[in-house]
């Protein structure tokens, strides 16, 4: 059985959450008590657990032999670094908190983000909502097997052949995919293979999170022009052209469903007369019910209300498909050529709370689009 530790400094938080956390099917039994960090550090190496679950503060409670003066952020940067003389103890650390916490750690701290492969609101594990907790059961299991497939092909392979092992496809296939950039992120310049939470912190931040090489089913939509509350039909159409097929199944596909990007291409040249960028989203839905029998919906622009529009992208605020004439671009200092550059439909321009939340922002040169549409001078088509 997996094995897993919380880290609050509220007793009671402590107990509730594990306990809610132990409902993912990973142990939560054992308690690590944010006493010292060279304790915390000793009682971790000792423990050896496969994920790490921590809350923002550790310095509320006063109590005999805690020294209360750290947090999360401080706690994540000594694991890491420790973890660095302890490899086969490298574990994924998870941020749990409310959202006034998060956003306390983050918003001075840019980097601290790097010392967490993810984080979640503590309301989600406590919400009856069973698909909210479902969806971070996931990814903690996700993590897990993430972390521990890294870890396995990292020892068993030539960092020349690193990129392509962890991605998990053949040297034939491995050629077609652009993905220059990726091999120098995972393996330092001394030819060898980077700490396994380095690796994962690339491919989760860039490849699992970010569309580009690999594709979500939002992605997928957009590209295919399909109404986004259309889920029964992304469905039917999946099985008739055998999407399964284009799954990805490299490491973290386990908590993340992605498609190749170069599989889904190809099909579609062979399958489509034209390619679907050239297409209305009417005029892709027509061809693909003509060609699979289907009764697909085609998708609505939320600004212009007409499905005669080119979709290209999820915006990456509300995933619904976007045109890249009514969406901006996202500033994004980590694009690569095996990523796609983010968009943010019009709608959700005027978002700021949310873009804030999510730590998306809009590309400099579109900042006068911004302002037009913030201050509606840019109106909708029909107003
Ligand atoms: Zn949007």
Not at 167 to 179: A, D, G, K, Y
Not at 242 to 250: E, I, Q, S, V
Request: glycine residues 6%; contains cysteine; charged residues 30%.
């Amino acid at each position: 059985m997996t094995t897993g530790i919380f880290i609050d400094d509220d007793e009671t938080q402590q107990t509730v959450i594990s306990a809610l956390l132990a409902e993912s099917g990973i142990d939560f039994s054992r308690i690590v008590e944010p006493t010292k960090i060279s304790e915390i550090k000793a009682r971790i190496l000792e423990l050896a657990p496969d994920i790490i679950v921590m809350d923002y503060r550790l310095d509320e409670v006063r109590k005999e032999g805690f020294d209360s003066d750290f947090r999360a952020g401080g706690l994540a940067q000594v694991l890491r670094e420790t973890f660095l003389d302890h490899p086969e103890k490298d574990a994924p650390i998870v941020l749990l908190s409310t959202e006034t916490n998060i956003r306390n750690l983050f918003t001075p701290d840019k980097t601290s983000h790097d010392l967490f492969d993810m984080w979640f609101l503590k309301g989600t594990v406590q919400s009856t909502n069973k698909s909210e907790k479902g969806r971070v059961f996931d990814a903690l299991s996700g993590l897990i097997s993430g972390y521990s497939d890294i870890k396995r092909i990292r020892d068993g392979t030539e960092p020349g052949s690193l990129v392509r092992s962890l991605l998990n496809v053949n040297e034939e296939e491995f050629s077609r995919i652009q993905s220059d950039g990726l091999k120098p992120l995972i393996v330092n310049a001394a030819g060898e293979a980077e700490a396994t939470h380095l690796i994962a912190r690339h491919f989760l931040s860039r490849l699992i999170r970010r569309p580009g090489i690999l594709l979500d089913e939002c992605s997928l939509r957009a590209k295919l022009g399909i109404a986004e509350g259309d889920t029964e039909g992304f469905k039917t159409l999946s099985e008739a052209a055998g999407f399964n097929a284009f799954l990805y199944d490299g490491i973290f596909a386990g908590g993340w469903r992605r498609y190749w990007r170069h599989r889904f291409n190809s099909w579609a040249a062979q399958t489509i007369d034209q390619p679907l960028s050239g297409m209305t989203a009417t005029k892709r839905i027509e061809d693909l019910n003509t060609k699979f029998g289907l009764k697909l919906v085609p998708v609505v622009s939320r600004w212009s209300g007409s499905s005669d529009e080119y979709f290209a992208v999820a915006c990456r605020v509300c995933h619904n498909p976007t045109e890249l004439r009514h969406s901006v671009a996202c500033f994004d200092p980590l694009i690569a050529v095996y990523m796609e550059r983010g968009r943010i439909c019009y709608d959700c321009v005027d978002k700021q709370d949310e873009l804030d939340r999510i730590q998306i922002r809009i590309d400099e040169n579109d900042e006068k689009l911004v302002d037009d549409i913030r201050s509606n001078r840019l109106k909708r088509p029909n107003e």
